[in-house]
């Protein structure tokens, strides 16, 4: 699939299809990259710009504020990278609505677990890549063809 500027929200789309299918990313606040750490991103399928996490208050992540994350989908067809900011979520409506037996595997304590902190990331500026150039660039590739203006067609910069 080919993506230009029209089609960037076919990207957008793929990628959270991708991110519902894998939830794992690779989360790190901006100042603190050195503790990057893979958390499960909890989607919700109307909200607008946001994912979850849940973590605990003595975690490095607890810290809050700017974050990158990085996700690679499951047969490695498509990468992102996504920026935001992570809050402290204080919603009892959204934390039973992302509550699930997987979290508690995480927090014997449950819902009322002292050290349980729920965070949500404000999305912000996000690059995708397709890296499934299909089998006609994938033939060219081979041959030692050059394959870069087909690569930039599967590529977009947006906001999430």
């Avoid at 208050?57 to 690679?72: E, Q, R, V, W, Y």
């Avoid at 609505?97 to 595997?105: D, P």
């Avoid at 087909?150 to 910069?157: S, W």
């Amino acid at each position: 699939m080919t993506y230009d500027e029209n089609k960037s929200d076919d990207l957008k789309q793929d990628f959270w299809q991708a991110l519902a299918d894998s939830p794992f990313v690779f989360l790190e606040r901006k100042s603190q990259p050195e503790e990057a750490v893979v958390m499960t991103a909890q989607l919700d399928k109307d909200a607008d710009s946001a994912i979850w996490f849940f973590t605990t208050k003595d975690h490095s992540l607890a810290n809050l504020g700017p974050a990158i994350a990085t996700f690679a989908a499951k047969g490695h067809d498509l990468f992102a990278r996504f920026e935001g900011t992570l809050v402290k979520e204080t919603s009892r409506e959204r934390l039973d609505k992302q509550w699930s037996n997987m979290v508690e595997a995480w927090f014997p304590g449950g819902k009322d677990d002292p050290n349980l902190l729920m965070l949500r990331m404000d999305l912000g500026k996000a690059e995708i890549w397709n890296s499934d150039l299909g089998v006609l660039t994938t033939a060219k590739m081979l041959m030692g063809k050059d394959v870069r203006d087909e690569a930039r067609e599967e590529h977009v910069e947006t906001a999430l």
